[in-house]
């Protein structure tokens, strides 16, 4: 006799199994994307607490450095003197600071090349102007980034104003970018047409003056003829073994040149105006940079630019 089939029976319990084992893969799978939720959330959090820590550390190595640099009051910012280089500054054991101070004014100074009337190119940059041109074997450049730069709007002899030009001292190297003709391989250098970049013949952390101490020797070439390459490896052997901090320790070397003091006194310091302080901030293996550009003048050391690298 046929009985009528029953749903078996032997089958619901396998149903019931699978339905709870695929809950519970899934709220595993839940929790296990909260925890990592939970643990990027508290990575991301701890890095957050680092950056603003580590902005803090800089910002009081940056407080100690402008008292230190006021304290300097030595007729030499050398990079011999011990304050200068890359030093450690104690604070707590989990993290490590580590400050590079350097003096700059190492370059012409494209921030200051005109009198006050902010037209007339200063006298004595005239002709290493006019070198530096011809190094970099664009001379035609010369006037027309002169323009670019000063005040007024009257071209000068081979040069142009137009619209887009600054008319103003540039405040970062790079804006010298903005004139038609300087394109990124002539102011880097480092390729085959220009080996040598006009970022390491110009800045603009210079209060006008360069300091011979940190000259790119370079630079030293182009402020007079009578500076040789032979001159200037005098002057930078001389350098490398103590600070030179006036024209006494020039005039003693055997090749200084006689008539040079007065050629070149309204360009050449022994001291800096702008420094530049690189500071780095580890803590395990979270890292920040930062670079403040400090300023000093009239006993004050005051920061004119601050960068988060
Ligand atoms: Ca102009
Ligand atoms: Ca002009």
Redesign the pocket.
């Known amino acids: 006799m046929w009985t009528p089939s029953q749903p078996s029976r032997s089958k619901r319990p396998g149903f019931v199994l699978v339905a709870v084992l695929l809950s519970v893969t899934l709220l595993v799978t839940g929790a296990l994307a909260f925890a990592w939720f939970a643990r990027m959330e508290l990575r991301k959090a701890s890095a957050l607490a680092f950056s603003l820590q580590a902005r803090s550390l800089a910002e009081t190595a940056v407080h100690e450095i402008q008292r230190g640099l006021v304290l300097d009051t030595n007729d030499a910012d050398s990079l011999l003197e011990p304050w200068f280089g890359a030093w450690p500054l104690p604070i707590g054991e989990d993290f490590s600071v580590v400050v590079r101070l350097t003096p700059q004014n190492g370059a012409l100074p494209v921030n200051a090349l005109f009198l006050p009337d902010g ?1 007339t190119l200063r006298t004595e940059l005239e002709k290493p102007w006019e070198r530096l041109w011809e190094k970099v074997r664009r001379p035609e450049l010369a006037a027309g980034l ?10 000068r002899a081979g040069g142009t ?1 137009e619209d887009s ?3 103003r001292p540039p405040a970062a190297i790079d804006e010298i970018r903005l004139f038609p003709g300087i394109d990124e391989n002539l102011l880097t250098g480092n390729n085959e047409k220009y080996p040598v970049g006009l970022e390491r013949f110009l800045t603009v952390r210079s209060d006008g003056k360069i300091n011979v101490n940190v000259a790119v020797p370079e630079v030293l070439e182009l402020l007079d003829e009578t500076l040789t390459p032979a001159v200037v490896r005098e002057i930078v052997e001389k350098r490398r073994k103590e600070p030179l901090s006036g024209w006494g320790d020039l005039a003693g070397l055997p090749g200084f040149p006689q008539g040079l003091q007065p050629r070149v006194s309204g360009l050449l310091s022994f001291t800096s105006s702008h420094f530049l302080a690189d500071i780095e901030v580890r803590k395990g293996n979270l890292v920040r940079r930062f670079e403040a550009v400090l300023l000093k003048r009239s006993g004050r050391c005051t920061v004119v630019a601050w960068k988060e690298m």
């Open positions: 037209s002169l323009d670019f730069l000063d005040a007024d709007r009257t071209p104003e030009f600054i008319n």
